[in-house]
């Protein structure tokens, strides 16, 4: 049986997911005051006042400060690609950072990334 071409099975390895990864890096390390000349980062720092009052107006009770630095940097990653990058959808978006999540932050991160786009999908 020839496998269909048209089922994409995701991995590790994708290229999209490693793009992901990368981007949440630099946000994350940004997060920490350092400046930057990178190109992703400079299409995604215009927005960041934006994209920081959805976050806070999907999470109330977590001022921007409290969140986790690396809670934030996925949050952001996510939303500048809800609002930015509309060709992928949104479900690739959420999965895509909860499994950060997973990977890289606490215990309870994926439950709260998950709740607050979720809470943001709603809204928009």
């Avoid at 940004?30 to 994209?51: A, V």
């Avoid at 001022?63 to 959808?89: C, G, S, W, Y």
């Avoid at 949104?90 to 709740?115: H, M, Q, R, T, W």
């Amino acid at each position: 049986m020839i496998p269909d071409r048209h089922i994409v099975v995701k991995t590790a390895q994708d290229p999209r997911h490693q793009h992901r990864i990368v981007l949440m890096q630099r946000l994350f390390t940004y997060s920490f005051g350092n400046q930057t000349d990178d190109k992703e980062l400079t299409d995604i720092l215009p927005h960041l006042s934006l994209i920081d009052d959805m976050i806070q107006t999907a999470a109330p009770e977590w001022p921007i400060e409290k969140i986790a630095k690396i809670d934030l940097a996925i949050l952001r990653q996510a939303v500048f690609e809800m609002t930015e990058h509309k060709n992928t959808p949104v479900k690739v978006v959420i999965d895509e950072a909860i499994e950060l999540a997973k990977s890289y932050g606490n215990p309870n991160s994926a439950k709260f990334i998950n709740g607050v786009l979720g809470t943001l999908v709603t809204s928009l």
